[in-house]
């Protein structure tokens, strides 16, 4: 077999076009196993579907863009039941021409696709916000932490649609977002840093409100297609209504998990002291998980708390960074059991299955470990992933 495709920094692949060999394994490749192989075999063709076939009599071309024969006219390559097409195919006795087998069955090519995530940056601007502990006060703190020397939203804008949306009691009608977002959008920081420059701590905390206020942005503006939409909360108070300042958690972590059960991931960062088992139930709830564990469980997603300007600049980074996955999309699916048959390589180092990266549902090659710090580090990843194609579930339509 000819080598796969590389594809250049994907957190996303497609599969390329690539027909799937048939059951019957006695058709051998000329240009594999001859030696020394025809000439035809260096002949270059456009593997396009639906291309006019620019290979010499008696070859076909191959998804890799070279032609290829698999039997020869009047030979036995085929085996019983079949016979050798004009373009080097085997075809079974009797088709009608709908359907050719190709054998030996090739690897599946990928090309990348990135995939870019919609964060929305959900920021509390209730009074409490105006607190000095964190200086020069929590609610530049956080301006700080997103947009200073090593802000996340000035280090990653170029690869993530960050939106924002400021929420407090003081924005009539509650909860009035009009005036206090800016739309998501790739290199976006300027415009977003703008907007929390633009306004004060004031007024409660309704974060019930504001959250499903975001669910029905996203579903008003959905993402643009397989960038997976998420929250990202940032609060330092207990949270209340508009017009009461009765502390009631039970709204918010509901709303955490209507965003959850919309397609959202939220995570949230606290600031300052504030209520651990409301940011655990928060977290858990934004992520699907169950509520009421104790805070820092093992099977708990975790949640981000900062006291002091630097823990709150590394925060927001470590949230983002996880945000930028190590997910590796496939439009096609892996039989699961064969998964270990296939072979990935980050930088040209080859990963082992299972330690460095494992199949999800699938159809996602997930990077672990220290293979994912590697790919997230690289300034320019090249990724090569390749399966043997009998071991590929392809959609239907896409043979």
């Excluded at 994907?10 to 000329?30: D, E």
């Excluded at 085929?78 to 069955?105: L, R, V």
């Excluded at 990653?156 to 739309?183: E, H, W």
């Excluded at 293979?371 to 009998?390: E, L």
Aim: aromatic share 6%; with cysteine; charged share 10%.
């Amino acid at each position: 077999m000819r080598p796969t495709v590389v594809g250049v920094f994907a957190i996303a692949f497609a599969f390329a076009a690539a027909a799937c060999g048939g059951k019957n394994n006695n058709g051998v490749s000329q240009c594999d196993n001859v030696v020394p192989p025809p000439a035809e075999c260096m002949v270059q063709c456009d593997p396009t579907p639906g291309a006019a076939n620019t290979c010499p009599a008696g070859y076909h071309c191959t998804p890799d863009g070279h032609c290829d024969a698999l039997c020869t006219q009047g030979g036995s390559e085929c085996g019983g039941g079949y016979h050798c097409t004009a373009d080097g195919n085997c075809e079974q006795d009797g088709n009608d021409g709908g359907i050719t087998i190709d054998m030996p069955c090739p690897a599946v090519v990928f090309t990348p696709m990135k995939t870019t995530p919609s964060v929305e940056l959900v920021v509390d601007r209730s009074g409490s916000m105006d607190g000095t502990d964190i200086p020069p006060t929590r609610y530049q703190a956080v301006e700080n932490g997103l947009f200073g020397a090593n802000g996340a939203v000035n280090a990653n804008q170029a690869d993530v649609f960050f939106g924002a949306a400021l929420y407090s009691g003081d924005q009539i009608p509650c909860l009035n977002l009009n005036g206090f977002t800016v739309p998501r959008a790739l290199n976006n920081a300027s415009a977003i840093q703008n907007l929390l420059g633009s306004f004060n701590p004031s007024g409660n905390t309704p974060t019930a409100d504001a959250i499903n206020a975001i669910i029905a942005d996203f579903a008003a503006n959905p993402p643009p297609a397989g960038s997976p939409p998420i929250i990202l909360l940032t609060t330092d108070g207990e949270p209340n209504s508009c017009n009461s300042n009765v502390v009631n958690f039970g709204p918010s972590i509901q709303a955490a998990q209507n965003a959850f059960n919309s397609g959202i991931q939220l995570f949230i960062l606290g600031l300052a002291g504030l209520n651990t088992q409301f940011l655990q139930d928060m977290a858990n709830a934004g992520t699907g998980k169950a509520t009421n564990q104790n805070p820092g469980c093992a099977q708990c997603s975790p949640f981000f708390v900062a006291n002091d300007p630097a823990s709150l600049t590394a925060a927001f980074n470590s949230i983002i960074n996880g945000i930028i996955s190590c997910d590796l999309m496939l439009n096609g699916t892996i039989d699961d059991t064969q998964a270990a048959s296939g072979t990935v390589t980050v930088n040209g180092q080859m990963l082992m299955f299972g330690t460095d990266w494992v199949l999800v549902n699938g159809n996602i090659i997930r990077l672990v470990g220290a293979a994912c710090d590697n790919f997230k580090n690289s300034n320019n990843p090249t990724v090569q992933a390749s399966f043997p194609c009998g071991s590929v579930i392809f959609k239907p339509g896409s043979h």
